[in-house]
């Protein structure tokens, strides 16, 4: 069991709460991954920080998640039309616990609250990270391209994964 008590959460369990400045900071502050997944942390890039700290660059759904008050990670929806694409992580000292099928179900589950099930998701993610591709292919996602991302003072290569719409999850 994990220190916090997160062992094993539920989709349902996640309450997201729309996100607020000082929750943004704090994520992009303090949470710091482990390499390889260091290339996450929000300071690796400048851009992509100011991007997350400045309520100005947010989507119209930007949101905390949380588990019994304890925030556990964050969600972006980026609608253009009826294609939404999705930005979510989730609390370093979580990630590889076996908690990010039902997190992501409970992101899918956020979108289809807000916009309803007639939406194609989609998502960006390093090549690296097989760990987070698995968990969204279990999820439903599936490899539409691959293509270089400039990011974090490089370019590296992305992999673009997304989903037709997508019903109530159970």
């Not at 759904?61 to 939404?84: H, K, N, P, S």
Request: aromatic residues 14%; glycine residues 8%; hydrophobic residues 40%.
């Amino acid at each position: 069991m994990s220190e916090n008590g997160l062992m094993a959460i539920s989709q349902t369990a996640i309450e997201f709460r729309i996100m607020l400045p000082d929750i943004a900071r704090e994520i992009a502050d303090e949470w710091k991954y482990s390499p390889p997944y260091d290339f996450y942390n929000a300071d690796a890039d400048p851009g992509d920080y100011r991007e997350f700290i400045d309520p100005t660059f947010w989507p119209e759904y930007f949101y905390g998640a949380y588990v019994r008050g304890e925030l556990i990670g964050f969600f972006q929806v980026d609608v253009r039309g009826t294609f939404c694409e999705i930005s979510l992580g989730m609390r370093p000292d979580l990630t590889g616990n076996g908690l990010g099928r039902a997190f992501v179900d409970a992101c899918i589950g956020q979108t289809v609250a807000d916009l309803g099930s007639e939406r194609t998701l989609s998502l960006s993610v390093a090549s690296f990270n097989k760990r987070a591709i698995r968990v969204y292919e279990a999820a439903g996602f599936v490899k539409k391209r691959s293509f270089i991302q400039a990011t974090n003072g490089g370019s590296y290569p992305f992999v673009e994964m997304n989903t037709e719409t997508h019903e109530e999850q159970k």
